[in-house]
């Protein structure tokens, strides 16, 4: 049996997930693979300023300029995404799925702003250890879908599980315009 790799696409949760840091909640999966899986939500922006957080990257973030609540596991720590610049190689960050990288907020933000065309900067993360993910999604948690490279850097990230859910085929589409207690429908 072979293990289907998941690094690259989103999880959208269900109706049915409605545990407060997860519902309506939209991940981009960093990795994925038998140890485990690591994403960021990138559907949660908060109301910081990334001028007040990390001021030398906050010129080249994209809008909203605002620090992300990226998940519950570490949420002091900081993970920042970016969209490379054609195929430019660059310093201050390391590749994921292309163009898509990891940045580096230590590096000299002149050239991260030379090779990078979007950045976004997610406190904390959502993990789950080998197995439980997959668990979460065979119990209808998590709706597995592709990813749009749009999506991780969507202005209106607060429309985005509507978005995400409305391009689907159907019957997955009429899920977008369930209420937030499915109960009530």
């Known amino acids: 049996m072979t293990e289907t790799v998941l690094t690259g696409r989103l999880l959208v949760a269900s ?3 409605r545990a407060p840091e997860f519902s309506r909640s939209v991940v981009k999966l960093l990795d994925h693979g038998t140890e485990g899986a690591l994403g960021v939500i990138i559907n949660r922006p908060g109301d ?3 001028v007040e957080i990390v001021p030398p990257v906050a010129d080249i973030a994209s809008s909203p300029a605002v620090l992300f609540a990226g998940g519950p596991v570490e949420p002091m720590a900081a993970i920042a995404l970016g969209v490379t610049v054609g195929d ?3 310093e201050g960050w390391r590749p994921l799925t292309p163009p898509l990288v990891t940045v580096d907020l230590d590096s000299d933000p002149t050239i991260l702003a030379s090779s990078l065309r979007e950045l976004r900067v997610f ?3 959502a993990g789950w250890s080998g197995g439980q993910l997959e668990g979460e999604i065979a119990q209808g948690a998590w709706y597995v ?9 969507n202005d209106a990230p607060d429309r985005l599980w509507f978005d995400v859910l ?12 369930c209420p937030v207690d499915p109960t009530m429908n």
Do not use: H, I, K, M
């Not at 409305?166 to 315009?177: D, H, I, M």
């Open 15 to 17: 109706p049915r997930l």
């Open 48 to 50: 910081a300023p990334l």
């Open 88 to 90: 430019v190689a660059g």
């Open 123 to 125: 406190a904390g993360y």
């Open 145 to 153: 879908v592709d990813a749009l490279p749009e999506d991780t850097f």
């Open 166 to 177: 409305r391009r689907q085929p159907w019957p997955l589409s009429a899920v977008a315009t």
